[in-house]
Structure formats: C-alpha cells, structure tokens
C-alpha cells in the first residue's frame, strides 16, 4: 500500500509539529498502539509506568513524566477500540522550565503499525512515521540480451542489483564440421533455454514484492522482445511492463542507462493518478459543468453543503489554507486529492485557483 499525496502532507506537517518539541530531560512520551492490540492492556501499562515514575529522584522531571502520562490516559480512554491501523501518541510539558503546558498529539497512521513502543525520552520517537513517508514503492529492472542478464529494482533514486546471469550461447562463430543449420539450432536452443532461467530469476525477484508497481526492460538491439514475446515471465508479471527501452549494455551500467533513458516514463507513473482526476475534473467543466465547481467561495459552499465527492487542491496553496479545506471536507466525508504543479494539469489546476471539485451530483452553484 503506498500513501497518497494528501496522506503524505497530512503525516508529515504532523511529523515537524512534534520535532519542534524538546525534553529538558527524558520527560517526553511516546507510545505506539500496533494494529490489533488490545487499548486497555496499554492503558494499564502506562499506569503501572506511572507508579514506576513517583520513583524518580528529579521532582521537576517527575511531575513532567507523571503529568504526561496521566494526560496520555485520559487521551487513550476516549477510544473504544484501538483503530484500524492503530494509534501513535505522544505526550509532555512543553512550557518553559518551572510552567506547566502539557500536551497530548495522536494520529491514526496512514500504514498499519506492527511494533508496539513505550519510550520515555528528550525527544519524541517518529522514527516509524517517519519510515512510512519513506518511498516504498519499487519498479523492476531487467537488462537482457542472449550474453547475459541484469535484474535490479528501482526505489526513490536508488538502484539496487538483485541479480546478474550469464548465458551459455555460443558464440556467433561455429567450430569446424558443424553445419551453419545445426549451430543455430544449437544457439536458439541454448537462448530459449537462458531465457526460461531469466524468467524464474524475475518471478523469484518480482512476483511476491507488494509494492511493486511496473517493470522496465532493455537491451539491445531485438533480444528483449525475444525474451518479452516467448512467455517466459508470468503472465501477471507481463502485465506490469511499463515499458521497453533501448541500452546497450546488460550490466550495472545498464540498469542505471536504462533508467536515465525511462525518466519520462517514470514521472508519468508517479503522477498519473492525479493527472486523471484534474483532467476529470477539466473534461467535466465541458462537457458537464453542473458536475464540477471552482474557486474557493464556490467549494466551500458545496462542501458545507454535502455535495463535494472530491476536492482538488493544488500544493502551491498555503498550509492554512489547506488545513482550513481539509478540515471543511472531513466533516462531510469528502475525498482530498492535493494536486502537485509539476504536471501540465496540474499548473492548469493553480491557473484556475488551486481549489476545485467533483460533486456527486449537479448543483447549480451560480447562486
């Protein structure tokens, strides 16, 4: 599961909120509620923590730990059950020394949490939310000829080689007595043949990794389409090429030239999704402009009023401003897309004001 440009924002403006937050001592808790875990066992840890905390000897460090754990308590009791992904809170004084200001932050993260943590320290622990805003998305790379094959994944920027596999195939010159005919049999018979352990290698790499969204092929010259036409990958897995590039070497050097010459490509996945709604959200205001609305009065009104399935915002907007939308939507169980300017529609979308949406049915929105 990869997190959406709307979760990404959210997570992280949560993230720098608490990094700006510092203990004098280790007086700052963090507590992280795995998917499934039972709240009212960690509620009773917590004030079994509590009981442990009268035992310190600092009484400013005391009362600030004891505080926060108390307000962590009262925080946790406002839920029934744990949430579906499970829960992340954090809690201290973050008054000047000798004032009292204890806060309590919590957030339902966008990725389950399978680790349960109780820490009390200076800072608060975000490593794991941090982690999820980390890409995990990844694409597969196969630089292929008859010599040899390289097999690599792509994440973020970062190229990783799974794998690299030679060939048997003779070479392109016969020894003496063998008849031209039977030293091609011999040399499609020994691709065929490497091309069958190519395809266990990508199944092996590929098949079972969640997060994998595409897979990239080159090679030179026709040897690629060779081994893509002959069925020797899964069919599932076929069905991910995103795409087939042109490089001249199999090796390391292949894979990053492969994925210099895929840029283009690249982008165009990772922006794709909100390319499809903007261009939604434009093809509406033509052909069916009672579906779709704009400018920042206009969508306020039709969210207040129940009518927006999905709000557009376009990432130059300024924080508050997509707080103040983000807050109006939630209410009414609208759907947020925020909307990068690095595509053309999305540009098109900051032309138009950076606020738009698609209703869930015609309004006459004039008035």
Not at 27 to 54: C, N, R, W
Request: aromatic letters at 8%; hydrophobic letters at 35%.
């Amino acid at each position: 599961m990869s997190l959406s440009e709307k979760q990404k924002h959210d997570l992280k403006k949560f993230i720098q909120e608490l990094e700006k937050h510092r203990g004098r001592h280790t007086e700052l808790v963090s507590v992280y509620v795995p998917q499934g875990y039972d709240m009212v066992k960690i509620i009773q840890h917590i004030q079994q923590e509590q009981g442990t905390a009268m035992n310190i000897k600092s009484a400013s460090t005391r009362k600030n730990v004891t505080g926060a754990l108390e307000r962590m308590v009262q925080h946790l009791r406002l839920y029934s059950r744990t949430p579906e992904h499970g829960l992340a809170v954090f809690s201290g004084n973050i008054a000047p020394e000798g004032q009292q200001d204890f806060r309590v932050w919590s957030i339902e993260p966008p990725l389950p949490l399978q680790t349960r943590i109780y820490r009390c320290d200076k800072d608060l622990e975000l490593g794991i939310l941090k982690d999820m805003l980390a890409t995990k998305e990844t694409y597969g790379l196969v630089a292929v000829d008859r010599r040899e094959c390289t097999i690599g994944e792509l994440r973020g920027k970062s190229i990783t080689i799974l794998g690299t596999h030679t060939s048997n195939v003779p070479g392109k010159y016969r020894a003496g007595g063998q008849s031209a005919a039977r030293f091609g049999r011999i040399r499609e018979n020994a691709a065929k043949a490497f091309y069958v352990r190519v395809g266990e290698h990508v199944k092996e790499a590929f098949f079972h990794n969640e997060f994998l969204k595409g897979i990239i092929i080159g090679g030179p010259g026709p040897t690629k389409y060779e081994f893509i036409e002959g069925n020797f990958i899964p069919t599932d897995l076929k069905n991910k090429i995103i795409a087939v590039k042109d490089i001249t070497y199999t090796d390391e050097f292949g894979l990053h030239d492969l994925v210099d010459k895929s840029q283009d490509v690249l982008a165009a996945e990772e922006l794709a999704e909100e390319k499809k709604l903007v261009n939604r959200f434009f093809g509406c205001l033509v052909t069916k402009p009672a579906i779709v609305t704009y400018g920042e009065q206009q969508v306020l009104n039709v969210i207040r009023n129940g009518a927006a399935d999905i709000l557009l915002l376009s990432e130059s907007l300024s924080d508050e401003k997509i707080e103040t939308f983000e807050a109006e939507a939630k209410k009414m169980g609208t759907n947020v897309a925020i909307i990068s300017i690095e595509t053309r529609e999305g540009a098109q979308l900051k032309d138009f004001g950076g606020i738009a949406a698609i209703l869930r049915y015609e309004v006459n929105t004039e008035t």
